[in-house]
């Protein structure tokens, strides 16, 4: 059996809380129908403010409350972009790839860095959630199982966002990625692209270019989806929180965030906490709240 191809959005709501004209709103052959199949989870907690990739993160990696775990007395506190010292404690116990290598199991990070971004983290570490969770378990950057995968998927990293790959050819990168979770139990692919694409919005709306790299990363998701559909992966899409649906703003938003698959059981998750958990599940993990993992250390 294939191993799961986990799709980590970063800032991308739900298409049923996006305005009319959103990203959405585009051919998404792949992408959109398994969107619509699948569930809409809240990302406030119950907490006020605009949730944060650093809180978010950590409660799909781990299936616990991060949220909670911040702030003053119990209130809580959305917190990013990277986790702070409470999350790097969380992670580094309880994050899904650290409970996988103590169970013997193997997984991986997609994600391809390049020696800037390296020589950068050895000076001054400020990882996001996804490369600190699998450094801290044990496990590589750029492992060489795994054909390495740009976030941008395709699209040049700086305005005006040039392609530099077709669809096609995004497409024939995520059935390599199909191939290689032959050889694994889980891959991972953190897809912060389309965060940096959101916080480019405005009021009066986005400038051309940026409407077009944004419609276009959307469209290179579906790309890869379908690559990786087409080489028989099992697959999972979950967001942090909202930001690129909504274009007319560029802070983040409390719109709902999917919770989508392919050959894969969603259960009833109703929030990012319990979509963690449920997916630590289908790895016969516990949740971390039931002794399965340790909790985080206190604060010293």
């Known amino acids: 059996m294939s191993g799961l191809v986990w799709l980590a959005l ?10 009319p004209g959103s990203v959405w709103e585009e051919e998404l052959p792949a992408l959109r129908p398994l969107i619509d199949a699948g569930v809409a989870l809240d990302t406030t907690l119950g907490v006020p403010g605009l949730p944060q990739s650093g809180t978010g993160q950590s409660c799909w990696l781990t299936g616990v409350d991060a949220v909670r775990l911040m702030g003053k007395n119990g209130m809580g506190e959305h917190f990013g972009p990277h986790p702070g010292p409470t999350l790097q404690r969380l992670l580094r116990q309880s994050s899904l790839p650290a409970r996988l290598e103590a169970a013997g199991l193997r997984a991986a990070l997609a994600n391809h860095y390049v ?6 983290q050895a000076r001054r570490p400020r990882m996001g959630c996804f490369p600190f969770s699998f450094t801290a378990a044990g496990l590589p950057l750029n492992p060489p199982a795994v054909p390495p995968l ?3 998927l395709g699209l040049g990293y700086r ?15 995520g059935r ?3 191939k290689a979770a032959r050889e694994h139990d889980l891959i991972v692919a953190d897809l912060w692209f389309g965060d940096l694409l959101g916080h480019l919005g405005r009021e009066a709306g986005p400038s051309p270019d940026v409407r077009t790299a944004a419609f276009g990363y959307l469209a290179r998701v579906d790309a890869l989806l379908s690559g990786l559909l087409d080489g028989g992966a099992r697959v999972v899409i979950g967001s942090d929180h909202g930001n ?3 274009l007319n703003t560029k802070s983040h938003t409390v719109a ?3 919770f989508a698959g392919a050959g894969v059981d969603l259960g009833a998750a109703r929030n990012v906490v319990e979509a963690g958990q449920i997916i630590a599940g289908w790895f016969g993990l516990g949740s971390v709240e039931n002794g399965q993992s340790r909790p985080p250390l206190p604060l010293t």
Do not use: I
């Not at 020696?115 to 950068?120: K, T």
């Not at 305005?159 to 990168?173: F, I, K, M, N, R």
């Open 256 to 258: 709902r965030v999917p």
């Open 176 to 178: 390599t990625l199909a």
């Open 10 to 19: 970063d800032g991308v709501g739900h298409p049923s809380d996006a305005p």
């Open 150 to 152: 740009g976030a941008t």
């Open 159 to 173: 305005e005006p966002w040039t392609p530099v790959q077709t669809l096609s050819e995004v497409a024939g990168v």
């Open 115 to 120: 020696p800037q971004y390296l020589e950068a």
């Open 244 to 246: 690129l649906e909504d």
